[in-house]
T-cell receptor
Framework: GAVVSQHPSWVICKSGTSVKIECRSL??????MFWYRQFPKQSLMLMAT?????????EQGVEKDKFLINHASLTLSTLTVTSAHPEDSSFYIC?????????????FGPGTRLTVT | GNSVTQMEGPVTLSEEAFLTINCTYT??????LFWYVQYPGEGLQLLLK?????DKGSNKGFEATYRKETTSFHLEKGSVQVSDSAVYFC?????????????FGTGTRLTIIP
């Protein structure tokens, strides 16, 4: 149980285009989902926290107009990288906090590797 | 601010060797401490946790003790197996009025050779 999927697992896009990454909790409902970014040999950096039905909370330094987050249902959150540039190339990971679960209980997706050419 | 420092990898050990992956932290307040493991192609999984000083977390033969005096949470296993090959992340969480953010270390890649 407690599986989180991400789609796609790998995507290449051209500079200036937008790309959407989906994060789904497959067997539980998630009131809160988190989006992380990971650079090579660096730790996961929290980008934003999304709560179902409300606006996402972005971490300091993260451009909310560039990284659009939508948490439309209790099982789906999406991250859209708008007008992507090569410096946006990274590994994006989501996690989900089960509804009514223990606050530290986050289940992670396998990640999406984005390459912007 | 909060931060986690863990030993750089990669770490390569022979099967049945003793494993230690060092982790130290700085935090405002009283953190809970975690070790996560990421197997190839999979998401991070919680390996073990400790929520207060002197607590020992354990799971699958791995152990880590919350040492407040040295601000450390080192991961140990007495006899590693090939199946333990993965990336290990140390993390902390300081509750802040419901803001339950996790702060991660950089990860340590562990490879066990038969």
């Amino acid at each position: 149980g407690a599986v989180v999927s991400q789609h796609p697992s790998w995507v290449i896009c051209k500079s200036g285009t937008s790309v959407k990454i989906e994060c789904r909790s497959l067997d539980f409902q998630a009131t809160t989902m988190f989006w992380y970014r990971q650079f090579p040999k660096q730790s996961l950096m929290l980008m934003a926290t999304s709560n179902e039905g409300s606006k996402a909370t972005y971490e300091q330094g993260v451009e909310k107009d560039k990284f659009l987050i939508n948490h439309a249902s209790l099982t789906l959150s999406t991250l859209t990288v708008t007008s992507a540039h090569p410096e946006d190339s990274s590994f994006y990971i989501c996690s989900a906090n089960p509804a009514g679960g223990i606050s530290y209980e986050q289940y992670f997706g396998p990640g999406t590797r984005l390459t912007v050419t | 601010g909060n931060s986690v420092t863990q030993m750089e990898g990669p770490v390569t050990l022979s099967e049945e060797a003793f494993l230690t992956i060092n982790c130290t932290y700085t935090a405002t307040g009283y953190p809970s401490l975690f070790w996560y493991v990421q197997y190839p192609g999979e998401g991070l999984q919680l390996l073990l946790k400790a929520t207060k000083a002197d607590d020992k977390g354990s799971n699958k033969g791995f152990e880590a003790t919350y040492r407040k005096e040295t601000t450390s949470f080192h991961l140990e296993k007495g006899s590693v197996q090939v199946s333990d090959s993965a990336v290990y992340f140390c993390a902390l969480r300081v509750s802040n009025f419901g803001n339950e953010k996790l702060t991660f270390g950089t990860g340590t890649r562990l490879t066990i050779i038969p």
